[in-house]
């Protein structure tokens, strides 16, 4: 029977980073996905540069070969309403593709690689967890995103969470479809639905294309990617059809899910614990900085893995993402009608400073956030 200390169930920026902060530990890791490397990933696809330097990753040694698509500047606005162009003159993200970036991050985890292998089943015994009947770990750490199979064996309730669904689709543009975007490459566009349940995006990554959209309200949602694409049309944004249909994925927002993040030699990060920042939905840096946060506590429990020696992982994450999803955007949202929910936003779309310094800034950009030090 196999055998290690750490088993990382996940190959995504969480579980990746995770093993990455544990390279040096002496412990031996090793991480278990299902997927082969490199892989698709259903996902917008862009970082902030707090993610490089949390990660230690610099941006012209990761951009050969790569794509690493600066971005300047953001055109946003309500799709029935006035767009908005914010200019900061500098890289203030930067776009990736899912495939690169995650194959990058798994191959410098510094962890054994255990891909093409499904998590099935996970049973304890004594003080170890046995996986697929033959893998022994001493701690398991789940990062399999919102459809973890960790938490799931161990008792997430996946039917009873209210998830933010999306679809997007991510392709290379030809010729005649370059053409055809009025997209830059630097300056992605978002633009939110009029009851601010939701938002699109159209991204352009030198010549790759994401467009999609997510919405917090599993109805009718193809409903609203066709709208979407629809409006983008009808701005003149897209002269084109997409080449695919888009491809559906789903999240929690943070403070929106009642996942245990800790437990008996085990713990949760990322999509996994349900840690999406609550106003844009981005999940990449949460995800990196929970596995970092999760490689502390693993270190500061000193090889003994009790859900008591654990439990630091639970006040690191308070202390780093605070009462994120219960802002007064959130509860707006929640006890306001449509009607009127529409007509605040549309105006306040429509303003440079509240676009610049409240969406972009502090939801999307993080700006006020410090990087994390541990």
């Not at 998590?119 to 001493?138: H, M, P, V, Y």
């Not at 701005?235 to 994925?249: D, M, Q, V």
Request: aromatic share 8%.
């Amino acid at each position: 029977m196999d055998s290690c200390d750490v088993l990382i169930v996940g190959g995504g920026p969480a579980g990746s980073s995770c093993a990455w902060k544990l390279r040096n530990s002496g412990l031996r890791v090793s991480i278990l996905d299902k997927q082969v490397f490199p892989r698709d990933k259903v996902c917008g696809g862009w970082i902030t540069p707090g993610v490089l330097a949390e990660l230690e990753i610099d941006p012209a040694e990761y951009a050969r070969g790569r794509v690493l698509q600066p971005i300047t500047g953001f055109r946003t606005g309500c799709m029935d309403g006035p767009a908005v162009e914010t200019d900061y003159g500098e890289p203030v993200s930067y776009g990736i593709r899912r495939r690169e970036f995650d194959e990058y991050l798994l191959k410098r985890s510094g962890a054994r690689l255990l891909q093409g292998v499904q998590l099935t089943s996970l049973e304890r015994s004594g003080e170890e967890w046995i996986a697929n009947g033959q893998i022994r770990s001493r701690l398991v750490v789940g990062c399999g995103g919102h459809f973890c199979p960790v938490a799931r064996l161990t008792g997430a309730k996946g039917g009873r969470e209210t998830a933010v669904v999306a679809q997007e689709a991510e392709f290379e543009m030809n010729q005649q479809q370059v053409a055809g975007c009025r997209v830059r490459p630097d300056v992605p566009e978002l633009y939110f639905c009029s009851d601010i349940r939701g938002y699109g995006w159209c991204f352009r990554k030198q010549n790759f294309l994401n467009v999609g959209l997510g919405r917090l309200d599993p109805h009718r949602l193809p409903e609203h990617v066709a709208g979407f694409l629809r409006f983008l049309a009808s701005a003149g944004r897209l002269a084109f059809e997409l080449p695919s249909a888009p491809l559906g994925h789903a999240y929690l927002l943070y403070g929106s899910s009642a996942r245990d993040v800790v437990g008996e030699a085990l713990i949760l990060t990322g999509d996994a614990a349900g840690l999406a920042y609550s106003q844009s939905g981005e999940g990449i840096r949460p995800a990196v900085e929970s596995g970092l946060l999760a490689a502390k506590a693993i270190l500061a429990a000193d090889g003994k893995y009790s859900r008591e020696r654990l439990e630091s992982y639970r006040g690191l994450l308070a202390a780093r993402f605070g009462d994120a999803g219960k802002d007064w955007s959130t509860r707006m949202g929640r006890h306001l009608p449509a009607l009127l929910i529409g007509a605040i936003s549309r105006r306040l779309l429509g303003t440079r400073w509240f676009t610049r310094e409240v969406v972009l800034n502090r939801w999307f950009l993080r700006r006020d956030q410090p990087l994390l030090s541990c």
